[in-house]
Nanobody, 120 residues
Framework: QLQLVQSGGGLVQAGGSLRLSCGSS?????????VGWFRQAPGKEREFVGA????????ESSDTLKGRFTISRDKAGNTVYLRVDDLKPEDTAIYYC????????????WGQGSPVTVSS
């Protein structure tokens, strides 16, 4: 069973950058999975940030969050990254990675979440 393990996050100053990682556990890989990034700010609904088809590097992004958010993967397709540039206090949220098989529409596997706090 594929499991997602996140790393990164923490306290960052406004204007800075950070990179979050989402890896597959054990011998499982992201082959044929779409890995997405979501975030949930305090008191707000969960928001889609973007996604990548891990083994073909095809990405999609939220229309409202384009520009400062970049999703990429390592060459083996076992780790997916979310880079956020020019951080703003409103980027403060828990960031989650999630995975769905490429033929499915729902994300069924979720990482543990990475809290990000942006100080002004």
């Amino acid at each position: 069973q594929l499991q997602l393990v996140q790393s990164g996050g923490g306290l960052v100053q406004a204007g800075g950058s950070l990179r979050l990682s989402c890896g597959s556990s054990g011998r499982s890989t992201f082959t044929n999975y779409v890995v997405g990034w979501f975030r949930q700010a305090p008191g707000k609904e969960r928001e889609f940030v973007g996604a990548i088809r891990a083994n073909v590097a095809h990405t999609e992004s939220s229309d409202t969050l384009k520009g400062r958010f970049t999703i990429s993967r390592d060459k083996a397709g076992n780790t997916v990254y979310l880079r956020v540039d020019d951080l703003k206090p409103e980027d403060t949220a828990i960031y989650y990675c999630a995975a769905r098989f490429f033929s499915q529409s729902e994300y069924s596997l979720w990482g543990q979440g990475s809290p990000v706090t942006v100080s002004s």
